[in-house]
């Protein structure tokens, strides 16, 4: 199966990297190295000749629509639906039947689970063949309604979001605040270190996408999250975010 990937770390590179050990022959491109036509007109040609095209690129609406648009002539287009609908997704795709969303937080491995959504135009074919797809990378799927967040991320980037909040108004330090959920709640990481982990512009994302679509302020995006991605700090994959982490690249 031919696979072509476009989005931003670190998921764009875990979806990658699953695709390349169920061997399928996949590319990647993140979005950042997506600046000129060349570098475009050849993610078109790829797409266009591919069996899937996966786009997992949740920060920014106009960034995420031109990506759809280099990717709408795939047979079968997979978007992240963490910041957007996939019936809002689909209103920008040449062949809106074919787009399905899906939705999952890092770490992404084999043996997890990915949340699956049809958006009002999307075809039960496309639905059965994207199901099919993640379950070869040995994903488990789950059918889930359509909407901004889908579940996880929803119910996980409002807890990053409010401990933001916490962090803000000095309730605690960063470190107690995590610490609080993990000794306290048994929670596998805590919120702060879990946004840093998923990335504070995709959290920033799903909140704006949340509060757009239902207009409550608990889905307000914390001041302190757009401060940190206004300054670049978006977690783990740029080394410093609510935490500090050495970089690889």
Same mark, same amino acid.
């Given at each position: ?19 390349? *050990? +169920?061997?399928?022959? #996949?590319?990647?491109?993140? &979005?950042?190295?997506?600046? %000129?036509?060349?570098?475009?007109? =050849?993610? !078109? ?85 994207? *199901? +099919?797809?993640?379950? #070869?990378?040995?994903?488990? &799927?789950?059918?889930?309604? %359509?909407?901004?967040?889908?579940? =996880?991320? !929803? ?95």
């Amino acid at each position: 199966m031919k696979v072509v990937i476009a989005g931003e770390r670190p998921l764009a590179d875990e979806v990658f990297q699953l695709c390349v *050990e +169920a061997g399928h022959v #996949s590319s990647l491109y993140r &979005v950042e190295t997506l600046s %000129d036509a060349f570098t475009t007109q =050849r993610l !078109r040609a790829e797409a266009e000749a591919a069996d899937v095209a996966v786009e997992c690129h949740n920060e920014s609406r106009e960034a995420k629509a031109r990506v759809i648009e280099w990717l709408g002539r795939a047979p079968l287009v997979c978007a992240s639906a963490l910041a957007c609908s996939t019936t809002e997704i689909a209103s920008g795709a040449a062949r809106p039947e074919a787009l399905t969303g899906w939705g999952a937080l890092p770490p992404l491995a084999a043996g997890g689970a990915v949340e699956l959504a049809g958006g009002l135009r999307t075809g039960a074919p496309a639905l059965e063949q994207a *199901e +099919a797809f993640w379950r #070869s990378l040995g994903l488990d &799927v789950v059918r889930v309604p %359509d909407g901004p967040g889908l579940v =996880r991320a !929803r119910i996980v980037c409002a807890l990053v979001n409010e401990a933001a909040v916490a962090l803000h108004e000095g309730v605690a330090s960063a470190a107690d605040i995590d610490t609080a959920m993990t000794l306290g709640l048994n929670y596998p990481r805590g919120p702060l270190a879990w946004g840093d982990l998923i990335g504070l512009d995709v959290v920033l994302g799903v909140m704006t996408g949340l509060f757009t679509e239902y207009g409550d302020d608990r889905y307000r995006p914390a001041p302190l999250l757009r401060r940190y991605v206004q300054a670049g700090w978006l977690g783990r994959k740029t080394g410093r975010g609510f935490f500090e982490y050495p970089t690889t690249e």
